[in-house]
């Protein structure tokens, strides 16, 4: 074997030594300095002693110590070291079981010399990646980014400038931008910070409501005032009197809604549906949309008295590609943020995969961006995102299969419970309404096809809408 101290060093754990004298005679043969240990025991005991291994190549099944149990405590004692698991079962619960527990990739015995090769070749480089993204430092604290936005060029900077200016009043704001720039984070952010931060927040989505369902999800309504209305629903308004309501996507609101919206703006009182008295309520209102208001106003889709009574002062968010300069620092936040939520185990970012972020056009903005950050940290084998960890249309590569243009169900999940109990609403009846919402939209507010794409029948969405 060779015994040149600055070759890469491998260390390979197995009870059979078989396996152990044929693995070691492929990976020298490409110079590698190997070394062996027989059990899981002697395994573990030579990484806690040191020095350290490059890679391991470890069996699954062993007497004693199991190769995942080994390889819990060899993660436990360096959460970097970098294993590859060896085993002759190839299921799926041994694949999701290595790397659930942070393997690198696992080879099927009989062994390929090539295959062997390979992944040692791609598993020394992925090592050496590491080793170079060096001490990280992250470029923001998350302590000082409690509400979320992040970002320190010029242009978030007016950003910054007029929240503050607009926290000591009820002044209506309305917030103008692209999908994905952080609107509904600006409007959190101004409600923190004013005199009703201890009343409600409740943030509306106009767009995923179906037009003949807003004003009751806004204003409620009364028993009997319509089909399936068999008790009386307290609205949006009432539920967040003294508090801020967020109206987003409201250049998506029907003309019948927007005049019952003015009448809460200038009258400050509002009618359930199929009620006659008036409900006093006290609401700052703060809305935003990524449409062209003015156009709609022209086009006679908005109405113009409650276009100036909304935008009595403008926070424009600018697209990402605007503030190019603030991406680390979204990065570094979006990271942090989930090693904190322990969501990743990964804590750092190469600066060549920084590099590929920082060039990247962005279309869907800072959500686009957190997504790919997210989906990058999942997927990271070590504890540093790499650039072949974030997804080939990032890269600039074809895929090689068609990629999902989303998170996955588990990673989607994650973030709407999230966001559900970030609104203080009861988790379940949130996101059940925003499912229901979305699908009767997406029919044009058709129940019968609604329900047959929910799977309910028509009187079971009835009782629930």
Partial sequence: MDTNPKSPTILVIDDDAEIRYSLSRVLSSRGYHVSEAPSGEQGVAVVKKGPLPDLIFLDIRMTGMSGLEALQHIRSANPKQL?????????????????????LDYIMKPFDPQRVLALAENALKTHADLRAVGDYKPTINTEDY?????????????????????????????????????????????????????????????AAIPDNL????????????FTGATVQRIGKFELCDGGTIFLDEIGDMALA???????????????RVGGTETVRVDVRIIAATNKDLEATVKAKAFREDLYYR??????????LRDRVEDIPQIVDFCVQNLVKQRKARTSRVSPEAMAVLTRHAWPGNVRELENVVYRSAV??????ILVKDLPPDI??????????????????????VDQALASGEPVLGLLEKGVVSRVLKAEGGDEARAAKRLGLTKAALKKRL
């Fill in 83 to 103: 294993v590859i698991l060896m085993t002759a079962f190839g299921t799926a619960q041994t694949a999701i079981e290595a790397m659930k527990y942070g393997a």
């Fill in 146 to 206: 409690k509400e979320g936005i992040v970002g320190s060029s010029p242009v978030m900077q007016e950003v910054f400038k007029v929240i503050g200016q607009v926290t000591a009043s009820d002044v209506t704001v309305m917030i103008t931008g692209e999908s994905g720039t952080g609107k509904e984070l600006v409007a959190r952010s101004i409600w923190k910070h004013s005199h009703r931060a201890g009343k409600p927040f409740i943030a509306v989505n106009c």
């Fill in 214 to 225: 807003i004003e009751s999800e806004l204003f409620g309504h009364e028993k009997g005032s």
């Fill in 257 to 271: 809604t927007q005049t019952k919206i003015l009448r809460v703006l200038q009258q400050g009182e509002i009618q």
């Fill in 310 to 319: 909304l935008n009595v002062v403008r926070i424009k968010m600018p697209p």
């Fill in 379 to 384: 997927v990271a084998q070590g504890d540093a």
């Fill in 395 to 416: 890269r600039g590569e074809a895929a090689d299969s068609p990629q999902p243009a989303v998170l996955t169900v588990d990673a989607a999940l994650d973030f709407l």
